[in-house]
């Protein structure tokens, strides 16, 4: 009888100290902390009782994953065992930088679901070979989201929409390159229309005689944004076009429909992928090399790539495009959910028009000269 | 505890991929020499339009002592700075379309938030004016104008001269407000750039140099106030 009230006693005590912690880093919006707190988390716990999930957001755009990877790269440095995070959601570029200096796991091959995760931008991210590095969570697409009432025919191509803010002063806006990615995403959509690289910049080799294309479609750009509303960041050219304050901008699809869904944004507000095409951006699950509790974190991302998990939390709940294979999706989601995820930009368009980033070099070559040029 | 980050940033600064470099200041000079002097003229022209309302208010408030004035001029001091960024962009916005992110919209923003730091240095200074002067202007019929004009600013000038660096060293490093109401586009506050350099760019070195040259001009300031307390010991 001793033996067996010490046994429960026991059994009481120690699974607060025998579940594991799974140390979550996001480096994104709120939104998407909440989606593992709330969704994700519960969902995996359910199935996984002895993990215990720690989410922590370390903020929005390029800084919060920048954030993540200061933490980690300090840890390597300073030859520390058993990183503190064991699972983070790092923008592409943050990504791409963490493999090439070797601060991540290839831990995709150990997933049940690793045949899902495919696409090119989980082969290569800024000309670094990401393969059996990351996966997607989500995919987040640049478009021009236009207000139908003022512009009864949305353009269809950068020649229609350049054409068109000239003759719209002030009416098109986006955040250039210091406002956020969208802004950054929709120069590189300029500069692939201008230069017809985009084969060249998005697979490289680098080829600095490339430069003198790119400046001449900077140059462009520049003449191009004397016509244009320079917003503070995304959230400021939704608020713009809220207001009426312009009547067409380039957005991230994924928080016009969040606003569209709060009720903060003008349901009518309609977003169109244009010819030949806009940057599509996704956020990475990775897996640092030497996070403390490797094997719960894998298990963590397998839960997030499977086909029902994406259906019901990342396009239904969010209306974002899913991280993993969409043809597996896509049938799960309703066709409520379908019709909201596609309302202006079908998936014929974004299999057509979507776009990779350039590879690091171009893609710094092509800030550089957006601040000489435009500033 | 403070030269330490100061020294490892400034030998940052210097630094490129582990080689000693004048580069990243290159990189600053041929990028951001204009958002340099734009910091200096928004911080200047707030630091003069703050003391444009801060010297007739607290003027008329060291002739009548009225505490809900006071207290309304202090309470920027108490309102955090994205606070002021939000709240004064959607103010300005429907009154006057673009106002809130030009350089005049920033200086307004950032007046209005030191208007408080001003009031609290300034209406010290003035209160600790011996009466009897004031009663010697009154008598030879000056009015509050007059006297804040020709005796608590001569006599505070000091005291100004102080508040007026530091105000303006506030205003140079400030990054909340120009965030929340500038653009993406065109010249860009000193704090903005360094976010972006290591922001978007993860490039540490030139935001480094940009932060040595924002560590001089503030420097350039506080040197003034040195020679300002050093004269003040001296008299």
């Known amino acids: ?375 | 505890m403070f030269l330490w980050p100061l020294a490892a940033s400034v030998a940052a600064s210097f630094t490129r991929d582990g080689a000693l470099t004048l580069a990243n200041y290159e990189t600053v000079r041929r990028l951001y020499a204009v958002d340099v002097a734009y910091t200096v003229g928004v911080a200047a022209a707030g630091t003069a339009l703050t003391f444009a309302v801060a010297i007739p208010a607290c003027g008329w408030l060291r002739a009548r002592a009225f505490g809900p004035v006071e207290f309304l001029l202090k309470v920027p001091l108490f309102v955090p700075f994205v606070v002021v960024g939000h709240a004064l962009r959607v103010f300005m916005s429907p009154y006057v379309p673009g106002f809130s992110s030009s350089w005049g919209g920033i200086a307004v923003a950032l007046a209005w938030k030191h208007l408080g730091l001003a009031v609290l240095l300034l209406l010290g200074a003035f209160r600790s004016v011996d009466e009897s002067y004031l009663e010697a202007a009154r008598n030879f019929g000056a009015g509050t104008g007059r006297v804040t004009r020709d005796v608590l600013v001569p006599m505070a000038a000091s005291s100004l001269a102080v508040s007026g660096i530091l105000i303006f060293s506030s205003m140079l490093a400030s990054f909340s407000i120009p965030l929340m109401m500038g653009r993406g586009g065109g010249p860009q506050m000193l704090m903005i750039d360094v976010y972006y350099r290591f922001g978007q760019h993860g490039d540490f070195a030139t935001a480094s140099a940009l932060g040595v040259v924002a560590y001089l001009l503030a420097m350039g300031a506080a040197l003034v106030y040195v020679r300002r307390l050093t004269a003040g010991r001296h008299a």
Do not use: C
């Open chain 1, 1 to 375: 009888m001793l033996v067996r009230l010490l046994a429960l006693l026991l059994v009481l005590a120690v699974p607060a100290s025998a579940a594991t912690r799974l140390n979550v880093a996001i480096g994104a919006d709120v939104n998407v902390v909440e989606v593992h707190k709330t969704l994700l988390g519960p969902g995996f716990k359910a199935l996984a009782p002895d993990v215990d999930l720690n989410v922590v957001g370390t903020g929005t755009g390029e800084p919060a994953s920048r954030a993540i990877y200061t933490k980690l790269k300090a840890q390597a440095d300073t030859g520390r065992k058993d990183w503190d995070i064991d699972v983070a959601l790092v923008s592409m570029a943050v990504a791409s930088q963490m493999v090439k200096e070797g601060l991540l796991l290839a831990y995709v091959p150990q997933m049940k679901n690793a045949a899902l995760v495919k696409g090119a931008e989980v082969k290569e991210a800024f000309g670094v070979k990401v393969d059996g590095y990351v996966v997607p969570m989500f995919q987040n697409q640049i478009a021009i989201a236009y207000n139908p009432a003022k512009v009864p025919t949305p353009p269809k191509s950068f020649d229609d929409l350049a054409a068109w803010a000239k003759a719209n002063p002030g009416k098109f806006g986006y955040n250039g390159i210091k406002g956020g990615v969208s802004g950054v995403g929709f120069t590189m959509g300029w500069v692939y229309w201008k230069t017809g690289l985009y084969t060249q910049l998005t697979q490289g080799p680098f080829d600095k005689a490339r430069e003198g294309a790119i400046r001449t479609a900077v140059t462009a750009l520049r003449d191009f944004n004397r016509d244009a509303f320079i917003t503070n960041g995304n959230a400021g050219t939704l608020d713009a076009l809220n207001r009426g304050e312009i009547w067409m901008g380039a957005v991230w699809i994924d928080q016009l429909v969040a606003w569209k869904n709060e009720g903060r944004m003008d349901p009518s507000i309609t977003p169109a992928l244009i010819a030949p095409g806009l940057p599509i951006y996704p956020l990475y699950l990775v897996v640092p090399r030497e996070a403390a509790n490797r094997e719960a974190a894998v298990r963590y991302i397998d839960y997030i790539a499977t086909p029902e998990v994406q259906a019901k939390a990342i396009v239904e709940r969010f209306g974002w495009y899913p991280g993993v294979d969409a043809e597996r999706v896509l049938p799960l989601i309703s066709p409520k959910a379908k019709e909201l995820l596609f309302k202006g930009v079908s998936a014929s368009d974004l299999a057509r028009f979507s776009r990779q980033m350039p590879i690091k070099e171009y893609h710094d070559l092509i800030t550089l000269a957006y601040e000489e040029i435009v500033r």
